[in-house]
């Protein structure tokens, strides 16, 4: 078993922290190369067999680097094919995307009904980098089921978002038949609330990686910006602001790391880490920009890029109200 | 609506060079404060507590059932209705301290030689744990003894001081402490508090003058561990001595400070001519600096951990307010909760993940700052939620307990709170620690003067 720090130097190795939001393609092609697509697959499926806890460290490196290689989404969609042995083309499919083929997991709601001949029509939303799939991993009215991207009655639209670190797709069924059945109905929720969890600590990382990134970023240059004679970074109004970004960030991972770890944590606890990562993160850019003065505002610098990705990731798998009024709901119950 | 710009991965430029186009970096620059390459790594390295090995999985779990099983038959009762006054907390305070000296769980940081002693920090966090989680009360007054006494005494003090005093913690002889003045606080090497050192017949001794605030009980105190001044020469921490004060001696005045929400946890000091034998100095005159390092490094970390669960504990309190004040299906209180309830769980995780770190022998500069920050914010947000859902009821004064932060007495327990942003190093003085010592940020000039 390959120690995690290993894992997190390769991963800094690959992606160095001055070369923010590095390119798509030339990135997916090292992840894939690197067997990051695999990390959690089975060893007896082929892949590398590692716990929760390698994922987190890979996805907190990639929101380091605002990577916009979708490894989350596939990993996700991986995990719901792996977890499917009823289905008849799982070992194909995990060899497709073992090779780097990509079948994403949406990471947001889908709206679908099912039309009287058995066909789906309607809209799944929160496809990243749908350009790059051969197909997506979607939760029908009859249960989960793979949805190739080249089936009749299904075609992709991209939906342009304000964070220009990745890309959004729809995909649209209109009349869609489907035929590779993940889960029947009563197996979705399951695997719902296992592909779920897995979603929430995985954009927690991100958060956490990236709003690491901008506080460093934001330290050096309080450092370098030169007001009234002296470094910004010498007034204490300022650096006590940079103490709580920093205070922010340190507590979320914490509470990221006991719930990675914490196997019988329900999908509301993993959700509360998720929340409380995409609020800190969103509370550093929100500063960072701030503290960066004019250069923060305009396009060139990168301060846009964090800010953007926090409020994407803020709205991902369930908003911050949603989940707070589950934790709230769920601890007035114990 | 603006025109989305479209994904520009792949085309971002170093932030270096951003700043040098915009004139921000200059070209030719003799920076006080260079952009380093590359973050220093520690910053980023997701700490990853290497794992407990079997054997001491197992006899952690023996010991926490051991202790478990020791608090079914001991662990108070309704100590909080029995400590309503200062005298009933003292008392009730006493009892269990002796209580869990003769079980063996009162110090178990001192060394193996006493009885009790000689346990692991793991070992000393699970007890800990389970005396938040049987809801004992906190070992307040013994604190200081326990802890800062017994640190000073145990690295800098002699033999014989050693022999004659931490005996005597064991047998309930109460300590305080003497270091912050009305002039010296945040700022503690400031002190002024007056050391002479005279001749007399039976042995020299220091004549103490001056005065001591925000010390910790020292109404029931039967010694002090007193930072005063034998010399303004030099830099202001050079001329410190650090002496062992009997309270009963000649000269010694206490006078509690009424807090805000009812309590006297704190007290005044005033010192008057008080003679101190100069057997009773803790390493050399001129060098109680370096001593009250030791004093203020006795604690580190199993307090906050404690008080983070014990806090968890009593979300419930919360939710029996939303309960009967009929909000269970209010979507706003409940995502207050909700935040509250996240809040306070990562509080606990990262006291947690501070004490496992020191267990394997890891710790940074700052790591205790964002602990002490992050729970004393908890326990803020944590209060003034009961007290806005208590509404209206909490303004009619109801009776206090005395040695608990989270007693359901909305209006005093956030009164309360104000104690973690204020003492042991405030909120302030925590986030300078952060931003100079952990993010590096320059700190100011010395000897700047307005």
Known sequence: MIELNELTDAAQKAFPAGSLSPSRDESWGLAAEMGWLMVRLPEEDGGLGFTREASTALHLEMGRVLAAMPLISAQLGLQAIAASHDFAERTDWLERLAGGEYAPLPMLSSKLTQGSDGTVSGTISGVFEGDMAVAVVAQLPGGYALVPLDAPGVSLVERPIWDPSRRLFDVVLDG???????????????????????AQLALAADCIGAAGAALDMTIEYMKVRRQ?????????????????????????EALLWKRVRDESASVTELAAAKVLAAEAFRFVTEEMVQLHGGIGLTDEHPCHLFLKRALLNLQLCGNADLWNERVGRQALQT | MAAPQGAHYGKVARNEDILRVWGIIPQNPSLLFPISPQRPAAVWTPRHPIGTDKDMTNDLEALQREVRSFLAAEAPTGWRDASRTQDDFVRTQRDWFGKLVRAGYAIPHWPAEYPGGGRSLAEQKVI????????????????????????????????????????????????????????????????????????????????????KVWSTMAQFADKCLLLARTSSDGVKQAGITYLLMDMKAPGVTVRPIHQIQGDEEFAEIFLDNVEIPASERVGEEGKGWAVAQATLASERGLTLMELSYRMRGALGRVAKLIRDHGHTEDRGVLRDFGVLVTQVDAVCAIADQFLDNRINGIERMGDASIVKNAYSRALRAYSALGLRLGGMDE?????????????????ADFMNSYAWTIAGGSEEVQRGIIAERMLDMPREPKGWVL
């Open chain 1, 176 to 198: 869609f038949t489907p035929a590779l059945m993940l889960t029947d109905a009563a197996g979705a929720k399951a695997l719902h609330d296992r592909l779920s969890g897995e």
């Open chain 1, 228 to 252: 009234f004679d002296r470094p910004i970074a010498l007034f204490q109004a300022l650096k006590h602001r940079a103490a709580d970004m920093k205070t922010r960030i340190v507590v979320a």
């Open chain 2, 395 to 411: 303004q009619y004064v109801a009776p206090i307990t005395f040695g608990d932060l989270n007693t359901g007495n909305w209006m």
């Open chain 2, 128 to 211: 800990y744990e389970e005396l938040a989680g049987a809801d004992c009360p906190r070992l307040l007054l013994s604190f200081v003894s326990t802890y800062h006494a017994f640190a000073t005494l145990h690295e800098c003090g002699n033999a014989e001081q050693k022999a004659r005093y931490l005996p005597k913690i064991l047998e309930g002889e109460t300590w305080c402490q003497g270091f912050s003045e009305p002039g010296a606080g945040s700022d503690l090497a400031a002190i002024k508090t007056r050391a002479e050192l005279q001749s007399r017949p039976d042995g020299d001794v220091y004549v103490i003058n001056g005065q």
